[in-house]
């Protein structure tokens, strides 16, 4: 018997296995190559991984936010709109209309025009305030803060409110007068009257009323006082004595004593002169 070597065995066995895994990675790369061509050729689809990375901005490597800052600026300017012409409504009122601008009261306007604020063109009502003989300019796309003069049954009913007892809260002083002040800058006819009504206190206004309250009261006064003045268009004393009726203010008292004193005081002027008189003769 031949004697049997281990060593020739085991190089043909490894041979062979060496052969089989050669074939197959042979094989492998062929299969990789024809598939890699046929993706070329149809066109392999974009993943979403690829379009997110091209849609951010590439990082920057300074760690200095200064430099960071310079080229957001050099790249991303903002664009500067001018503007040169201000949107403009339909006017609803003409010239010579009477109007109530709530801050300030009754007012007429006596002209259209376009001025120029800040390098934009802008259409702008004049009012001429009938107390204070104050222009005003008014812009023409703000003209819903305006309203016309009240009509002849609403002057009714204010007085109707003017008839009326005062109303009269518990409440501090303070919050009344903001109250009573937010009232008088609403620029309604009816909530004027309720603080004319309010804070009426007859003949003893000076008396009786704090200087704050008088100050209130004096201006409620004076813009319904100058709204019934146009609307019924009479003299302002007609007007004023209308008001105390409803108020039932007697100042007809107090100007018959005013004219009392000045009746005695130049009598006593006369007699004086008199008595100097008939010194002179002696």
Do not use: H
Request: aromatic share 4%; net charge positive; proline share 3%.
């Amino acid at each position: 018997m031949s004697k049997i070597n281990l060593k020739s065995i085991l190089k043909k066995t490894f041979k062979k296995r060496n052969k089989v895994q050669i074939k197959k990675k042979a094989k492998a790369k062929i299969k990789k190559t024809i598939s890699n061509k046929i993706k070329k050729k149809v066109g392999r689809p974009k993943s979403k991984k690829t379009v997110k990375n091209k849609n951010k901005l590439p990082v920057l490597k300074n760690k200095n936010p200064e430099n960071l800052k310079l080229t957001k600026t050099q790249d991303q300017k903002p664009e500067i709109i001018k503007i040169k012409k201000q949107e403009t409504e339909k006017r609803q009122y003409k010239v010579k209309d009477y109007v109530v601008y709530p801050k300030d009261g009754v007012g007429q306007i006596t002209e259209f025009k376009k001025i120029v604020i800040g390098g934009i063109d802008v259409e702008v009502y004049i009012i001429k305030l009938v107390r204070e003989k104050v222009e005003l300019k008014f812009p023409i796309n703000k003209q819903s803060l305006l309203r016309p003069l009240a009509t002849i049954n609403q002057l009714n009913k204010c007085i109707s409110i003017l008839k009326g007892k005062p109303k009269i809260k518990r409440s501090m002083w303070s919050r009344r007068a903001q109250e009573y002040d937010a009232k008088i800058t609403s620029g309604k006819i009816y909530e004027l009257a309720e603080v004319v009504r309010d804070l009426n206190k007859g003949d003893d206004i000076m008396i009786d009323q704090s200087y704050s309250e008088r100050q209130l009261f004096e201006k409620a006064y004076d813009r319904i006082l100058s709204e019934f003045q146009i609307v019924l268009n009479l003299s302002l004393e007609d007007t004023q004595k209308k008001l105390d009726k409803a108020l039932k203010r007697n100042l007809e008292k107090s100007q018959q004593n005013i004219e009392k004193k000045i009746e005695s005081d130049s009598s006593n002027d006369e007699g004086a002169e008199t008595l100097e008189n008939s010194n002179e003769e002696t």
